[in-house]
Structure formats: structure tokens, C-alpha cells
């Protein structure tokens, strides 16, 4: 029996892209070659530490983990598009990583980050242990899951603050929820 890969649900503003050089809106000029620099978008877009921490959390579950897209970017960016500026920004393994169902609704529940997520699970979650990176912008209502132990994300979040980004603080906890094996509702 194969073993469930897990999946990460991956904000990307505030997370991994700290808006200090670049930001989005580079990217979509960039990948659309329409950007005068487009190679130093990608090389500057990604903040490096947050790339590193990132790349923790990847190389302790052995390479073996899904990401989804819970990012605005998903609106803006098909599949093929954001593998580019993730493979030409120091993130190839998370286009490589991405889950076929690549990022979460975008229509029916748009701007409510744990609504988003909630209807990408309903949909697609096969049992996988998952974990979700978001920061306090964005992600205020996953604030809940951080501390009240019937959420259904309890003890799956992680909320990075804004303007700093993901941690090295951060890659045990990810770690931690990307192992931990998911319990059905109805044994709860």
C-alpha cells in the first residue's frame, strides 16, 4: 500500500515573496515577458531566507509532499505560469511538488482563506496529512485553528507575520502536521 503524500497549502505574499524588490505584479510582467529585467524578478522575487526555511520542510518529508496554492497569485497565474516563476526563483521543487488540483477555489469562496481550504478538502482530500502556511494578513481566519482544538486545522497552521515571512521557527511545526496522520471526523 502506497503511502499518502502530504500536502502543504502554500500562501505565497508575506510567506515567500515579501514584496521587497518584486512582487506579483513583476511576475505577471515577468512570465509574460513583458518585464525590462524579468531575470532579476525571479532571481529577487523570493526572499531567500523564507525560500531556505521552505526548503526545510520539503527535504524532511524526503521530497515526498504536494503543494497547493491558497495564494491570491492563483488568480492571476495559471498552473504553467507560476511553475516558471517558481522554477526560475529558487522554488523549482514546488512546481514539482504542485498537487494536480494545483490551488484552491477561486470563484465560490474568494477571500476567506479557511473557507478556500475547507472547499479544496471537500472536494480533493483523500486522507493525506496537510499543513497550511499562511501569514496574518491573509490568513486571519485561520487564526481560530491556532488555538481552539476542535478547529479542524488545529495544530496545521502556521501564520507568518507580515513583512517577515516564513521561519526557521517555522519548518518543525509544518513538519510535525505534514506527519501526523489526519483523523476522520466521525472518529473524532
Known sequence: MNTPIPILFLDIDDVVCLNEKY???DV?????????DAKSVFRDVFNPRACEALRRVHDAMDGRLRYVISSTWRE???REHIARAFHEGRL???ADGLHDVWCTPTASYRGIRVDDIAKWLDEWHAGEPF???????????L???LTTAAHPFFGRVVLCQENVGLLSEH???LVEA???PVIPVASR
Open 76 to 78: 492571476a497565474f495559471g
Open 131 to 141: 499543513a497550511i502556511v499562511d501569514d496574518t494578513f491573509s490568513g486571519p481566519s
Open 92 to 94: 523549482g521543487f514546488v
Open 28 to 36: 505577471i510582467e515577468a512570465v509574460h515577458d513583458r518585464h525590462a
Open 23 to 25: 512582487g506579483g505584479y
Open 178 to 180: 505534514l506527519k501526523r
Open 171 to 173: 519548518v518543525e511545526p
Open 143 to 145: 487564526k481560530p485553528a
